[in-house]
């Protein structure tokens, strides 16, 4: 079937999985575009760090394939139905803004987000290549993209870990928000 996406909404076909694959190839696009500022932007003082001990190009190019990674991983999980279906909980959305709005806000306020990078960065070296931190053992592209994952999922957890918080605080709100609500409900009707 020929989709015309300048058609009246009359002659649009009713067939939901073209009109999904219509959306979804234009919101693709934004997907990838929020993800590749969110990821570039918060690997920004890692990768600033790891280019200080390694800058050859094949360090380098194994930071950005990490980083590359992330947002790949980041843009399939947004498009999917059953990211779209929880992200529509007030809660979770929020939470979720809250959440990565800040790590890019730590990320920007630099000297604090290298501490929270140099300490992940340092376990993520000792469990890809050990020998590096004796001098034994040179890191090739190979080794610092899989630290650069490691990494990477460490400093997702720890996110992760923060998000958690912040679900429980807002959930709390929002119950001691209904319970007030509650309490001038009855005071009025009194």
Not at 28 to 43: D, E, F, K, M
Not at 153 to 176: D, E, Q
């Amino acid at each position: 079937m020929n989709f015309n996406p300048y058609a009246s909404p009359a002659s649009t076909p009713t067939d939901p999985g073209m009109i999904s694959q219509f959306m979804s190839s234009r919101r693709l696009v934004a997907i990838l575009a929020r993800w590749t500022l969110i990821c570039t932007v918060s690997a920004a003082p890692s990768f600033s760090y790891g280019c200080f001990l390694h800058h050859q190009p094949q360090h380098i190019l194994g930071m950005i394939a990490g980083v590359v990674v992330f947002i790949l991983g980041y843009t399939l999980v947004e498009a999917s139905a059953a990211y779209r279906r929880v992200i529509r909980w007030r809660h979770v959305r929020t939470m979720v803004w809250i959440g990565y709005g800040t790590r890019v806000a730590i990320s920007i306020i630099f000297p604090f987000a290298i501490v929270i990078d140099v300490w992940t960065g340092m376990l993520s070296v000792l469990i890809v290549n050990p020998g590096y931190i004796d001098g034994k053992s040179g890191a090739g592209f190979l080794s610092v993209f899989l630290t650069t994952l490691v990494q990477g999922t460490f400093l997702n957890v720890v996110l992760l870990a923060y998000m958690g918080v912040v679900w429980c605080i807002l959930w709390l709100a929002a119950k001691l928000w209904r319970r007030g609500d509650d309490a001038r409900r009855e005071n009025y009707q009194s």
